[in-house]
């Protein structure tokens, strides 16, 4: 009897503490890829607050371009302030507080050293402000500027320590065992396709002018990509706006819509037609409407091509609330307002975050396709399609290959705030 | 003592998919008292809960008077005068369970403390005190039926209708829940109880009176008095007067006919 009675009793006891860490283990890689980003931005921003840097360095050129520096130090508070995250369990922790007190004043500091040219660190040295934000004529004397350099690179230290602090990588690692046993077989399959495309390229001697392989487009990237980036942030400023507008408007009128279904019955057929018209035939239009250099011209044709999926899906979502949900708030005989706001919007959130997902890469398509027809010549389209035209195949083909990595950032981005906005959606629980 | 729910000839017609009328319940005469624990019972299609939709005014009785704590319906609706229970918990996945049950409470403009102290109140009445901050989805159905009991609860309506709201659990989970329900209708003086079931054991076990319906059109058939002692517990489904009730209804049940229509009628 006792042995028996025993047996039963020692699992009860020694097994649920083991089994309830890696059942209820629901950490997910985000925290990960936040903590890779505020690193990037930390680096990043660090070359763009000294001229030397900004200049003289491929990698600090590469993001020289004028209205994207404030977008990455504005970013990297951004990326602080979500590692701060839960403030109340940081200051319990005096080291994680430090590590937060220190990556906000190195934010603080890029913000004012890249938004409002305020160089705290120079200003404190002695040197004249001017020096940070031209390039530097060659009769400079650059000591002091190196010298800046070295002791904020101090700092950029600082910070970098204080991610590592946040993030703690090394009590992570049960998260990326689960992470590459689910995406090893697109990691394995990417990597086969690659080395596939080399080899028999290499075997049929396929011209380079008409595909490289993609051994030589990862070389062209790597010398050109300061330009790259800075065309394809031109490019993808027309994508955003695009976006916003075409989404913002959808999103809106979806809900009226939604709300008056007289106004949607008139509505739709309308909205469907306009749609069967394939939108970038519009571009020469819109260049002649706004003017191929004017910006807007880039702008309308993204935000016509995205406005549709985001209206539709948001009426459809709106209408896709479960029956009883909506006795339930009549037998609390509650306000459209409430049950718009309590029940309808949340219950069309997986629906308007679908669109806007496709939304994304079609914005990035009618964003390029849209310089095909003119414009200022400083886009990634207008860019692959000088190169294309010159037999400059390698250049092209870098091109196509930052698109789609602005392409899947700003996918990024928007998953990231689904994830946010909807972790309580059954697509996003842990199995 | 007044009565809380008063139904007389009530009829309803539904329009069918072919354009035809199709009768689902047919002179309806019910006085529920206040405190009462009344069930509705009958076979599938018999508008049993039709009828309860109509006293929550959820759907609109085509002739006849229906008063609500002595108001019309919609009235007693407007009022939050009654607590509604679905078959299915409608709990928001959005919400965590305490935000789930300050629910109505928010749609009443109760202020944020107020909110949090009745709805810390109700998950303690169901016992789910330690889940305030979990997802529905983290709960067993049993747990979320009764969370949607405290949220139908939080407002402390004098008044509480039930739409088989046990109807999806397994056995044991609901004879617990059976107690449990008894429990908080015990522990809330005066508290009217209308539940729609088909389970002839549950609506015994629960209820002062058993109302039982006939198939369709609905009818009363017979309104059976269960004067079993109460506090009832799992002794009382021992007694000899509780399975002679239950023959009683079943036996009502069959006198009309036995073949169980399958209707489009929402039941």
Known sequence: MVPIARKRHEPVVAAPPAADETAHDTRTLGLDMLALVALFLVIVTYHLQNPILLYDVQFGSAFRNATLQPVLAVALLGATLLLAGDFKTQRTHSVRLAAVVVLLLYSLYMILAVVFDFNIAGALMGIDQALFLERLPDDVIRAPLESHLTITALFEFLAILAVLMLWQPGTRFAVYGRAVRMNASPLIVAVVVLVLLESVINLFQVQEFLLPRPSVIAATFGEIYPRLVSVGWNTFQNAFWGFVIGCGAGVLTGMLAARFTGFSRALLPLAIGINAVPIIALAPIMNNWFGAINPASKIAIVAVLTYFPAMISTVRGLNAVDHLSLELMKSYAASQWDIFWKVRLPSALPFIFSALKVATTLSMIGAIVSEYFGGTGNGLGFSIRNDAAFFKNAEAWSGIVIASLFGIGFYGVVSAAERALMHWHVSFREK | MANVISIKSLNKTFRGSDGAQ??????????????????????????????????????????????????????????????????????????????????????????????????????????????????????????????????????????????????????????????????IWTAIPDMTVVFVTHSIAEAVYLSDRVVVLSPRPGRLAEIIDVPLPRPRGPETRDLDEYFHLTSRVRHSLRGGTLEMQKVKVID
């Not at chain 2, 709990?91 to 202020?111: A, F």
Request: charged share 30%; with cysteine; proline share 5%.
């Open chain 2, 22 to 183: 199709v009768q689902a319940l047919e002179d309806i005469n019910l006085e529920i008292e206040r405190g009462e624990f009344i069930s509705l019972i009958g076979p599938s299609g018999c508008g049993k809960s039709t009828l309860l939709r109509m006293i929550a005014d959820l759907i609109e009785p085509s002739s006849g008077s229906l008063t609500v704590n002595g108001k019309p319906a919609a009235q007693a609706r407007k009022d939050r005068d009654y607590g509604f229970v679905f078959q299915s918990p409608t709990l928001y996945d959005w919400r965590t369970i305490i935000k789930n049950v300050e629910l109505p409470l928010e749609i009443m403009k109760y202020s944020k403390d107020e909110r949090e102290r009745r709805a810390s109140d109700m998950l303690r009445l169901v016992e789910l005190s330690d889940f305030h901050h979990k997802y529905p989805w983290q709960l067993s159905g049993g747990m979320q039926q009764r969370v949607s009991i405290a949220r139908a609860l939080a407002f402390q309506p004098n008044i509480l209708l039930m739409d088989e709201p046990f109807g999806a659990l397994d056995e044991m989970t609901r004879e617990r829940m059976n107690n449990e329900l008894l429990r």
